[in-house]
């Protein structure tokens, strides 16, 4: 189980992530939503050991992540917001980098990219140069990179992003059954359809707070609003939309 | 004045002036140069090194007047130094006047005429190039124009247009010989394969501007131009060119050189129209050729043997920094000036003493070059695995750092030993191949081994980072100071080191001696740098110092800087 415990951080004493407490337990998909800026990926990057918390607690399967941060490292996966691979490499050199850096058995590892490289539909082109990848290939080769050690908690920070139709399906069946294997797996999406059909409870970031943290079923009947994204705008959107689109159309034609 | 100036830019159309200030600041190739490279920082620099240069021959033609027939001498260093300047401008500047990827995307949407682009880039070029010519010869220019007018303000009138006009055409037939080189590679080739060509040719360019400056003789008497022996390089060597068409220009030019002169006005004629055809054809033609190039080629074909080169951590650092140093045209710009030094060093070392050895005696020279090549081998290469490839992607990095520091120094350490130590070897044996007696080279040898290892160890004295991972402060790389003062320090060892070991080659108890005790020095450096790497953090950011300003307007205020903690890599 991963555990937050009134995480905080601070950039410049300008709150970026404020008093954050929630859990992600094994076997669920807990989306963790927010509006642009709220402090998702911040909390993300905290989780995942890349930046320093200023204060609070994050312990995964009951022992603070920074007591043995190697070992937590191992049983991590990791999908970051944005795509940056080192563009010089092929998508095979990537993964055989990082599986070396994870210090993956040779034979094992290389069966194991190969055949990710087949289903993820990216095999022709494993010796082509990262740079000329689309963004979609991009987040695939990401998506292996996260999955190659069989990683005990899964981060998602908008996995879905460049994702063709087929790929996106793949992958929100295999988030699933992934949590059905005992993961521990934290999701972060805009796309809010997605995450009502795979999450089984949901945190909503709103200017780095939480302002709730439930299953999606309760959140509906608590707040008498029958999808998530009704819950969303009500509790994280600030602006009606369609006056500020009007107000845009406007300026424009001014 | 000022009102006269903007109102004649004002004239100029906006896109010109919007799309030249783009190109200026992007003219110096940043790939070549540095990831985020500070350009006008990096021009100011360039100019200051070249305003210094000028300034220093002007001082010496003004204190020192050089008799009459010292002219043509000093007009072969000036040229020579023109064009190796443009030649280093043409190599930083590679693609720059060339339509890219990058500017079509952002460009062919919006209502720009594509001759707009095209002149907005060459006049960016054009205004480097005038930069480097201005600085590099404002000052002598004008005092050898005083010197050789011999108190004729005709003369001296004469021989300053003579000479900028020369000066001009040397660039322009240099920068523009690139230009039509590539242009007419742009045009004839694949697409994918001409970005392959080009690479590459930046690099020989690269070489053989080095190579021609350092190697090439100088010939400045009128017997040594009339000499047959040299006819082969006169008729092949553009310096010797302009050096008859400034002379005939100024109206001191032999009738026997004349052919030599004419040879210039027909190269840059040339030389001008090709570049110029060659650059119009490739914005009507490339350009939609680099919209329809597809976004993804697929595989390519060839080797991807990769065999483990020790642990996996190790075979990681060193596929990575290979491929790192192989794809990165920055890198691959940087290590090839560093190689080309070596190459200069050893190629002179070869011409002079090793060709014809004394029996029985290591030349010093072979000495001296060899320490030398050794030198610039590692530490240029450090140099080099400093600079970043991708900050962004270094998550990756961060994310799997499963093990401690001291095995990531190791890879690091057999980096250096692989791409530095051993290739300075193999050059030194190629060059002593034909010395005697081979167990003093041998003994050389070893003891080039042991410096090698212990310029290794100096290296990653403070280098606690996996090579091109780490970000970098522009502001550390003082051109001026630091790299003039380190060659003078190498040299002055390299000598004294090199005549020390010619005198003990002979003893075979002192060359022991000598050689224990280079490997104890590699082997306590090895123990600090392990002991240092224990409590070592692998560190992916430079930190600048933090400055404090105090005021003093009360006691006990002050003033910190704002911005993030000291963490924060652009903390200054």
């Known amino acids: 189980m991963l555990e937050l415990h009134r995480v905080s951080k601070h950039y410049a004493s300008i709150p970026a992530v404020d008093d954050v407490s929630f859990c992600a337990r094994r076997g669920e998909v807990t989306g963790y939503l927010g509006p642009n800026g709220s402090g998702k990926s911040t909390t993300m990057k905290m989780i995942t050991g890349l930046i320093e918390r200023t204060a609070g607690h994050i312990n995964f399967n009951g022992k603070p992540i920074q007591d043995d941060l190697i070992a937590y490292k191992r049983r991590l996966g990791y999908v970051p917001e944005e795509p940056n691979l080192y563009n010089h490499l092929s998508a095979l050199e990537y993964l055989t980098m990082v599986a070396q850096l994870r210090d993956l058995p040779a034979r094992e590892s290389s069966r194991r990219i190969d055949g990710l490289l087949r289903l993820f539909a990216l095999h022709g082109d494993r010796h082509a140069s990262i740079s000329g990848y689309s963004k979609g290939m991009r987040q695939k080769v990401l998506l292996i990179a996260a999955l190659l050690h069989n990683p005990d908690l899964i981060l998602l920070d908008e996995p879905f992003s460049g994702l063709d139709v087929a790929s996106a399906l793949v992958l929100r069946s295999l988030i699933q059954e992934l949590a059905a294997r005992g993961k521990v797996v934290l999701f972060s999406s805009h796309e809010l359809d997605t995450v009502e059909r795979v999450c089984s409870r949901v945190v909503i970031l709103h200017r780095g707070k939480i302002v709730a943290d439930d299953s999606i079923e309760r959140l509906r009947s608590l707040m008498e609003l029958p999808t998530l994204e009704a819950i969303f705008s009500q509790l994280a959107v600030e602006q009606d939309s369609a006056s500020m689109a009007r107000e845009i159309a406007d300026l424009i034609d001014a | ?572």
């Open chain 2, 1 to 572: 004045m000022p009102n006269l100036i903007a109102r004649l830019i004002a004239r100029i159309p906006l896109p010109f002036r919007v799309l030249y200030r783009q190109f200026l600041l992007r003219v110096v190739d940043l790939e070549a140069l540095s990831i985020q490279a500070d350009v006008p920082r990096f021009l100011g620099q360039f100019a200051g090194v070249l305003i210094m240069i000028s300034c220093l021959r002007a001082l010496g033609a003004l204190f020192f007047p050089p008799p009459p027939g010292m002219a043509w001498e000093l007009e072969v260093s000036a040229l020579s130094n023109m064009l190796l300047v443009v030649g280093l401008i043409s190599v930083v500047t590679w693609d720059a006047t060339f339509p890219d990827r990058r500017d079509v995307l952002a460009l062919g949407h919006l209502p720009v005429r594509p001759r707009t682009i095209l002149l907005a880039k060459v006049s960016a070029s054009a205004g480097l190039l005038a930069l480097a010519m201005a600085t590099l010869n404002w000052a002598s220019g004008f005092v050898w124009a005083v010197v050789f007018g011999q108190g004729s303000i005709l003369r001296s009138l004469r021989f300053f247009a003579a000479f900028w006009f020369t000066i001009v055409a040397a660039s322009l037939f240099l920068y523009g010989a690139v230009l039509a080189l590539q242009g007419i590679a742009a045009l004839l080739l694949p697409r994918k394969m001409f970005l392959r060509f080009s690479a590459i040719a930046q690099l020989a360019a690269f070489a053989l501007f080095m190579a021609v400056y350092f190697l090439e003789p100088s010939l400045s008497s009128r017997a040594q131009l009339l000499d047959p022996a040299n006819h082969a390089l006169l008729a092949s060597s553009p310096v010797y060119w302009f050096l008859a068409l400034l002379n005939q220009l100024n109206g001191t030019l032999p009738a026997e050189f004349m052919w030599l002169a004419q040879r210039a006005w027909i190269g840059l004629a040339m030389v001008l129209l090709g570049a110029g055809t060659a650059l119009v054809l490739c914005y009507v033609r490339t350009m939609k050729k680099t919209v329809e190039e597809p976004d993804l080629v697929p595989g390519a074909g060839g080797l991807h043997w990769a065999p483990r080169l020790g642990g996996s951590l190790r075979t990681a650092i060193l596929y990575f920094s290979l491929r790192s140093l192989v794809r990165s045209r920055q890198h691959r710009v940087v290590l090839a000036f560093y190689w080309s030094v070596v190459l200069a060093i050893a190629l002179s070392c070869f011409r002079s003493e090793i060709a014809e050895p004394t029996p029985g005696a290591i030349p010093s020279g072979y000495l001296i070059s060899t320490f030398l090549i050794m030198t610039i081998a590692v530490f240029g290469l450090r140099n080099v695995c400093a600079l970043p490839i991708s900050l962004n992607a270094n998550w990756v990095l961060r994310i799997t750092q499963l093990r401690q520091p001291e095995k990531y120094f190791a890879g690091t350490r057999s980096l250096f030993l692989l791409l530095g130590v051993l290739p300075a070897l193999l050059v030194t044996v190629v060059l002593g191949w034909r010395l005697n007696p081979w167990q003093q080279v041998a003994a050389h040898l070893v003891l080039l081994f042991l410096l090698g290892c212990f310029f290794v160890e100096i290296a990653l004295l403070k280098f606690q980072k996996v090579p091109f991972t780490c970000s970098y402060l522009p502001g550390k790389a003082n051109v001026q100071i630091v790299f003039w003062g380190a060659v003078f320090v190498i040299s002055l060892l390299s000598i004294t080191v090199a005549l020390y070991e010619q005198k003990v080659l002979h003893d075979p108890g002192h060359d022991a001696g000598m050689l224990a005790a280079l490997a104890a020095g590699a082997g306590t450096l090895w123990l600090i740098n392990q002991h240092r790497a224990q409590y070592a953090e692998l560190y992916f950011e430079e930190v600048a110092p933090e400055i404090i300003l105090t005021l003093g307007l009360s006691t006990g205020m002050r003033y910190e800087p704002i911005g993030p903690g000291p963490k924060s890599a652009g903390t200054t």
